[in-house]
C-alpha cells in the first residue's frame, strides 16, 4: 500500500505543478512585412491548442506566447508560425 502511495503522488506531483502554471516565451519572429502580417502570426499561434494569449509586435518582429506547458510547448509555436509563413526561432 505504501508503494502505491508513492507511485500515485510520483505521478502526480508533475501535473499538479503543471497545472499550476502557464508559461511565457519569446519568438523572433521572421518575414514579418507589414502590420497585417502581426495579425496572421497571432492568429496561427492562437490555433495551437494550450496557447493562452499571443502579443506579436511587428515593429520589434517578435511574438510573445502564454501557454500551458501540460499542453503545448515551444517546438508547437514555432511550427505553427512557420507554417503559416513566418519561421520563428525563441528567444533565450
Ligand atoms: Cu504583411
Redesign the pocket.
Known sequence: MRLLAKILALGLLPMASAFAASQSTVLDVKN??????EV?VKKALQKVPGVEDAKVDYDHKTATVQFDPAKADTAALVKATTDAGYPSTPRR
Open positions: 514579418m512585412t507589414c502590420s497585417l502580417c496572421t
